[in-house]
């Protein structure tokens, strides 16, 4: 009896340090989201709900911008030198992402789509 005991002890523990190892690991997701004048490449991305997501940007073209209220996404700016955001969606929708940044005549166009899926 004591060596079962044992045994079911020490595959307790083994799960219990293991599975968060685990379930980190396989939690995140990375997506190269490129600003020119006027458009987002790609112009729409599909993240998981309540799964970490960073968004790796860079701007080929003129300075951008996004934020999400929505998303958790603060105001970033979008640069030629590459930033991250990252966000856990907590909702499941289709979010559209304008551009913050007057960046000229197509600005008002210039959107991402974001949809969350489960």
């Keep these: 009896m004591r060596n079962v005991v044992y045994?079911?002890?020490v595959s307790l523990l083994s799960v219990a340090f293991v599975l968060p190892i685990y379930a980190g690991a396989a939690t995140a997701t990375n997506i190269d989201v490129t600003a020119s004048n006027w458009k987002f490449t790609p112009g729409t991305i599909t993240v998981h709900?309540?799964?970490a997501t960073?968004?790796?940007l860079i701007s080929k073209e003129g300075v951008h911008g996004i934020s999400?209220?929505?998303l958790g996404i603060s105001n970033t700016?979008?640069?030629p030198k590459s930033t991250s955001v990252t966000f856990t969606p907590h909702k499941v929708g289709t979010y559209q992402l304008?551009?913050?940044m007057p960046c000229g005549p197509g600005h008002t166009d210039m959107v991402l789509i974001v949809k969350v899926v489960e």
């Design 77 to 79: 700016i979008i640069m």
């Design 68 to 70: 999400s209220s929505y």
């Design 54 to 56: 960073t968004l790796n």
């Design 7 to 9: 045994a079911v002890m």
């Design 98 to 100: 304008h551009c913050t």
């Design 49 to 51: 709900l309540n799964q």
